[in-house]
């Protein structure tokens, strides 16, 4: 397993592909192991790295089903998922993820363990999307929330960067409200850990 991350982990470095970054991954897994999942819901699949290291630490009867809309990025992960162990474990929904958000609603899943790293954009409507599918003490995981130090710094926002640090900023403010309570840990591009204060 170690072997297959680290071809991954030179496989997205080569192709540019976004992945947990190494100061954001201890982190990352330490939320991972301190949860211990048994229903993940993955918004973000990349080549699947996230994936595999969920499925490694998370519960023994861990399973994961992860969204992504890229057809070319779908192939490469399922090429690395079916190489693991955990090939039977984790399922990948291709599509447009708001859309595929609808439809796991209407199963009446229950994830006790949300991973966010897609559209930074779409973070607040993805979270929205989400609530009927929260089992009791959920934890929501979402990565990039400080993007690049533009969102809690005082470094000036490129236009280009304008919307995306406006809705981030709107995510953090919304899952700081009650009855969620969200620490933000600064490491890698900066990790939100959302729990319920309710359940």
Partial sequence: MDELLREMEGYAALHHVPIINERGRQAFLQVVQEAKPHRVLEIGTAIGYSSLLMAQHGAA???????ELSDERIKTAQGYIDRSAYADRIHIMGGDAAENLL??????QKFDFVFIDAAKGQYVD???????????????????????????????????FKTIVKRLREYIEL???PPYVTEILENGDGLAVTRRLDT
């Fill in 103 to 108: 439809k796991l609603q209407m199963t009446g």
């Fill in 126 to 160: 993805y979270f929205h999307k989400i609530q009927p599918m929260l089992a009791a003490k959920a934890v929501i995981l979402a990565d990039n929330v400080l993007f690049r130090g533009y969102v809690k710094g005082d470094v000036p926002t490129p236009r280009r």
């Fill in 61 to 67: 009867d861990i399973d994961i089903t992860t969204l």
């Fill in 175 to 177: 899952v700081s409200q």
